[in-house]
Each structure stands twice: as C-alpha cells, then as structure tokens.
C-alpha cells in the first residue's frame, strides 16, 4: 500500500495504489488545504493527514508515503520520502502510459516542465518556472478577463486572435485591447489557448519524440491538445493528468 502526495501550487493531490493499481484519488485546494490541516510545531509544518478523512489509521500505519511539489521542502512528517518533481511526474507518466519512449510536457499552475525520456529513463529536462505565462495560472487570469470558465476557455482553437504578449501581465492588457476591438469570444479563447502552445513548441523541440505526454491540470484544455496536435505533435492524455505526480510518487 503506497500514498502518493503531490503539493501543487494549486492543487494538492493525492494518490492511493495498492498491489500496482490506483484505489483512490483525491484533490483539494492547496490554500484550503494548509488552513485546515496544516500546522506549525516550531519551524516546521505538518499535515494531518488522517484528519482529510481521505485514508483511515490503519492505512496510515501501513502505507509509505512519498511526497513531491512545491510544498515538498516544507513537509515534515515522519516516515515520508521526499522527491522531485521531474523524478515524480516522470514516474506517474511511465505508470499511466506504459509508454518507454516519450517527451513529457507537465503544465502545471505555475510552471512548466519539458523533460526527455528514453527506455523508461530520464535522459534531460528543462522547466519555465520564472514566470506563470505558460502555465494554468495565467489561464485561469486571461479566462477570468474574458469572464468566461475554464471548461468554456477549452473549447475554443480555430482562428485564434494573435497575441504577441510574452508576459502574464502584459498579456493580460493586450487581451483587454483585442476585446475592446470587438473580437468573438471564441476567437479570443482560441487566442489564449494559441499563446500556451507558442511558449511551450520551443521547450519541446529541444526533445523530440514520437509521442509527446501531457499531464498536469492544463491536459484538461481540449483546446490546448488540438492546437498542439496541430503543430505536428502527437500527444498522449493519460487518464489521470492531474494526479499524474502523485501516482509518480506512489509508484517509485
């Protein structure tokens, strides 16, 4: 029995795996999380875990534990193995795919991770983690400005607005400024959606492979995998993608 705990900027996950199969998967917001089962003792933050009612004493007891993601440096909890997030997302897209030979593209809430992967073994990565532009964050602000949701903003990638904007926040003005010229929703939600796939194309021509996974909330943009494919690249959506770093943790 394995626990898996990916502590995303925006998302914490967690993943059960018993005799190599998922039992359960669960999700809560990384915010909500901390206020409601987080707790300093000295300089040192822990969670109560069994306090999510997410898993039982017994499972506690018995289980390993293995945590990544932006909270991982900060968890202190005894028994729990840390590791990083490229050993993990590459572990959970191994898992999910059974794919040996692949790029995986991770687009997470606040960074993007681009990492090469042959015979089932990382050989290189790169990450854009100084600034949210290519990432869900700068999705949820620029779906926010068109006052639209995030499954609306997916739907959307046929003719696309250009916005040449490589700043979040200077993205965002430029967005106000092709509203206020009077384009279509759709076509300023394909806009959008077009901007994510022209920072990440570069991050992924440095390692080309046949099949390009992608996990991470972003998966869930239909719009973003059309555009992608579009571009000339074949692309894999595990069945997890959100989850994807917290079975990587459950399965190393």
């Known amino acids: 029995m394995k626990i898996g705990i990916d ?7 967690f993943a059960l795996v018993t005799e190599g199969k998922v039992a359960r998967l669960d999700t809560f917001d990384t915010l909500s999380f901390y206020k409601r089962f987080g707790r300093m003792k000295g300089d040192e933050l822990t969670f109560d875990l069994e306090g999510t009612g997410l898993f039982s004493s017994r499972e506690l007891a018995e289980a390993t534990v293995t945590a990544t993601g932006y909270g991982r ?3 202190h909890l005894k028994g729990v193995r840390v590791v990083s997030e ?5 572990a959970g897209a191994l898992f999910q795919t059974g794919l040996r030979d692949f790029t995986l593209l991770d687009m997470g809430g606040q960074d993007t991770k681009v990492a090469l992967v042959r015979n089932g073994a990382l050989q290189d990565f790169v990450m854009n983690d100084k600034c949210a532009a290519s990432s869900g964050r700068y999705l949820e602000n620029m779906a926010a400005i068109l006052e639209v949701d ?9 003719e696309p607005v250009r916005l040449d904007a490589t700043c979040g926040i200077f993205g965002e ?3 106000i400024g092709q509203i206020l010229r009077g384009h279509p ?10 901007t994510l796939v022209k920072r990440v194309v570069p991050m992924l021509r440095r390692f080309p492979s046949e099949i390009v996974v992608l996990t ?16 000339g690249f074949t692309i894999s959506v595990p069945p997890s993608p959100q989850h994807n770093g917290a079975l990587g943790c459950a399965v190393i």
Do not use: P
């Open 173 to 175: 003005s430029e967005l």
């Open 73 to 75: 440096n900060t968890l």
């Open 216 to 231: 991470g909330g972003v998966a869930l943009d239909g719009a973003l995998v059309r555009l992608l494919e579009n571009e």
């Open 7 to 13: 502590l995303g900027s925006r998302k914490v996950k």
């Open 150 to 158: 995030l499954q609306e903003l997916s739907l959307h990638w046929e």
């Open 185 to 194: 929703i759709a076509r300023l939600c394909a806009g959008v959606n077009q």
């Open 86 to 90: 490229i050993r993990a997302h590459v």
